[in-house]
């Protein structure tokens, strides 16, 4: 990804981005360095809070990227994969029912979420819910859109 433009956040701006990661994932994202970057052929930004991506803006939202929901793990719109899924959900899939063991009963539909694994709670992808938190768990159908996941051209983004 060819970077458009880079800017450092206003305290204001850096305030806005902490207060919405904090009020869907109940984390403060501390740092003393917030950078916007803006990308030519993508349509996520991201920010890098002392030179690491850890925010990423999806539809507009900020939300914290795979590398930052490890770096600062999420209290709230959790949802835990069993072993089984890992792979999958690691490589980009959407997750199915099946594979979730937990999730947060909070999550409302259309919500962004971080997925983590049973066995560490390291964070594999980021997606948006099809279905309230509630619903999450059961024996069929695809109910999270995988938006970011370990490995994907913007986890490997260096900027």
Same mark, same amino acid.
């Given at each position: 990804?060819?970077?458009?433009?880079?800017?450092?956040?206003?305290?204001?701006?850096?305030?806005?981005?902490?207060?919405?990661?904090?009020?869907?994932?109940?984390?403060?994202? /501390?740092?003393?360095? $917030? /950078?916007?970057?803006? $990308?030519?052929? %993508?349509?996520?930004?991201? *920010?890098? *809070? @002392?030179?690491?991506?850890?925010?990423?803006? #999806?539809? @507009?939202?900020? $939300?914290?990227?795979?590398?930052? %929901? +490890?770096? #600062? !793990? !999420?209290?709230? +719109?959790?949802?835990?994969?069993?072993?089984?899924? *890992?792979?999958? *959900?690691?490589?980009?899939?959407?997750?199915?029912? !099946?594979?979730?063991?937990?999730?947060? /009963?909070?999550?409302? %539909?259309?919500?962004?979420?971080?997925?983590?694994?049973?066995?560490?709670?390291?964070?594999?992808?980021?997606?948006?819910?099809?279905? @309230?938190? %509630?619903?999450?768990?059961?024996?069929?159908?695809?109910?999270?859109?995988?938006?970011?996941?370990?490995? @994907?051209?913007?986890?490997?983004?260096?900027?």
């Amino acid at each position: 990804m060819q970077v458009k433009s880079r800017h450092h956040l206003r305290s204001d701006e850096v305030g806005r981005v902490r207060d919405a990661v904090e009020d869907v994932l109940g984390v403060r994202v /501390e740092g003393d360095s $917030f /950078e916007r970057v803006e $990308f030519d052929s %993508a349509d996520t930004d991201l *920010v890098l *809070v @002392d030179g690491e991506p850890l925010v990423a803006y #999806f539809d @507009d939202e900020p $939300f914290l990227t795979v590398r930052g %929901a +490890n770096a #600062f !793990p !999420p209290e709230r +719109n959790v949802v835990t994969v069993d072993a089984g899924a *890992v792979s999958f *959900v690691s490589d980009g899939a959407d997750v199915m029912r !099946p594979g979730i063991v937990d999730a947060d /009963e909070s999550i409302a %539909a259309g919500e962004m979420v971080v997925i983590v694994e049973e066995t560490h709670g390291k964070a594999l992808a980021v997606g948006r819910s099809r279905v @309230d938190g %509630a619903e999450l768990v059961g024996d069929s159908g695809k109910v999270i859109d995988s938006v970011h996941h370990v490995g @994907d051209e913007l986890y490997q983004q260096t900027v």
